[in-house]
């Protein structure tokens, strides 16, 4: 099984003995493949190196594989993509492991070899956890392998357990998580980018500073491209990162889900009000604001601050409307109160802008017994990874939640609306209520007091560039929600 004679050189050191079909077709089976539906083909294979973790087990070699679309351009950004693909090779089949069966062929110095998903295998998984721990006993926390250019890092203050059994997350849509027992949660990059990724940066940094509102970092690992490194810089390089070792917060509890049963308590209480609801969640929206002030505070603290031009903000949110009202053609009646809200905008002089979570919402929110923690910290996902990394307007991030908290109660409104589709005003009604008690108290704790004109402004203009990304959102994929954030935009417009 060799490679077609027009292969690219550069990503196939190392595997030219596998068939680009056996991973294609493997790919298609994947929850986390984005390119599902799209015409497309694997150009490349590219073997990183193998995870140092003993003698004992399977080979456990990590692969980038390249992913060819045909269905734009050649040279348009979303033409190519890279996903990462660890796999136990083990020389005879393992039963348990039929459901992650990637394919089978003759391995260099091995033989013939049977190829599984190495993260479905706890074996495979030990090895990493063995890495991780021997990345600790280096200098500086680096177990580095010039061979591969693999490389494990860790952050001093834990301990391993290396006695954990490892447990597989099923649902993920973008990436793949392992638990070690209750020790930690190893987050495994599938769909990469060369260059740091936003998760492991910020994490770093607020795990350093031992911050109580995220899930602290104990370790990560990267690859850096062979060639790609200056000698006279050793820290140069174009790297790729592919898992991150953190936290594991085994008995928290989802915000987006705390959220959906305090409204369902609400609902179930007819002649209640929210502030007097059993489930009232006003005090849970104070914390949570709190919790993101202290982490922007801490960000601003170690990435810095800086103003740009006001116009400029107004202008990107300008610039998106004409594609989404062609998408969502139900936005077109709202466009010019949108785009008196950015010229509003545009007249505030200038904003400051700091590094900041860039896809926040109740999803990506932990109730713990000490409270609210943040996590995933990778930005919006649609946006290229260079501008991840910038600095944003702290405002999106309060958009986001805020635009969560009016989410929530509409979803169980509808749910509720099956059993008694005589009362959809009343749950109306009680639905706003929640989300506006939810909202009040979650920026006045972010703001600590009332927001000004301008932060208002700012506020009002972020949520309608949120709303508008939903709407074009559910317009595509669920059209009988498209109400919900409609709704939001036609209320702003109409300010």
């Known amino acids: 099984m060799s490679e077609p004679d027009d292969a690219r050189p550069g990503l196939s050191p190392g595997t030219d003995h596998i068939d680009r079909q056996v991973l294609a077709d493997y790919l298609a089976r994947t929850r986390w493949f984005a390119g599902k539906g799209r015409p497309s083909s694997v150009t490349g294979v590219r073997r990183l190196g193998e995870v140092p973790g003993g003698a004992s087990g399977p080979r456990v070699a990590l692969h980038l594989v390249e992913v060819t679309y045909t269905d734009v351009d050649a040279d348009a950004p979303d033409a190519v993509e890279q996903y990462q693909v660890p796999l136990a090779l083990y020389t005879d089949a393992e039963a348990r492991l039929e459901h992650a069966f990637v394919g089978w062929w003759e391995e260099p110095g091995l033989g ?137 917060l085994r008995t928290a509890s989802d915000g987006w889900d705390l ?38 505070d801490l960000l601003v603290e170690h990435f810095g601050a800086g103003r740009v031009p006001a116009g400029e903000v107004a202008a990107r949110m300008r610039e998106r409307l004409p594609a989404a ?46 409270g609210w923690k943040i996590v995933d910290f990778e930005g919006e996902p649609a946006k290229p990874l260079a501008e991840r990394l910038l600095p944003d307007c702290p405002w999106r991030d309060v958009a986001g939640m805020l635009r969560s908290f009016d989410y929530a109660p509409r979803v169980v409104e509808r749910t509720w609306a099956e059993d008694d589709p005589d009362g959809g005003e009343v749950r109306a009604a009680r639905a706003q209520e929640w989300a506006n008690r939810a909202k009040n108290h979650f920026l006045v704790a972010y703001a600590g007091g009332e927001v000004t004109p301008e932060q208002r402004t700012l506020v009002e203009a972020f949520v309608a560039d ?14 009988t929600w498209v109400d919900i954030p409609l709704r939001a935009v036609a209320e702003i417009g109409a300010a």
């Not at 370790?219 to 790729?240: I, M, N, R, T």
């Open 325 to 370: 009202v062609a998408a969502a053609p139900a936005l077109a009646e709202h466009g010019e109160g949108l785009e008196a809200l950015f010229d509003r905008v545009a007249a505030l002089g200038e904003v400051t802008v700091h590094r900041v979570h860039g896809d926040l919402h109740l999803g990506q929110t932990l109730r713990t017994s000490r």
């Open 112 to 248: 013939w070899v049977h190829a599984y998903d190495a993260l479905h295998d706890r074996e495979s998984m030990a090895a990493w956890q063995r890495a991780f721990a021997a990345a600790a006993e280096q200098p500086g926390g680096n177990l580095h392998d010039p061979a591969s250019s693999l490389a494990f890092h860790r952050l001093p203050g834990h301990d391993l357990d290396l006695s954990a059994h490892s447990t597989l997350f099923s649902g993920e849509q973008s990436n793949s998580s392992v638990a070690f027992g209750e020790d930690a949660l190893l987050k495994v990059f599938r769909k990469v980018t060369p260059g740091i990724n936003p998760d492991i940066q910020v994490h770093e940094v607020l795990s350093r500073a031992d911050s109580p509102d995220v899930a602290h970092l104990y370790g990560w690992v990267d690859w850096v491209e062979p060639g790609s490194v200056d000698a006279a810089d050793p820290d140069s390089g174009e790297v790729v990162q592919l898992a991150m070792l953190q936290q594991f």
């Open 466 to 479: 949120k709303a508008v990304y939903e709407t074009v959102y559910e317009t595509r994929n669920r059209p």
């Open 259 to 296: 959220a959906l049963a305090s409204v369902r308590t609400l609902f179930s209480e007819p002649d209640v009000h929210a502030s007097a609801s059993g489930g009232d969640f006003a005090g849970e929206a104070t914390r949570l604001g709190l919790t993101l002030r202290a982490v922007h």
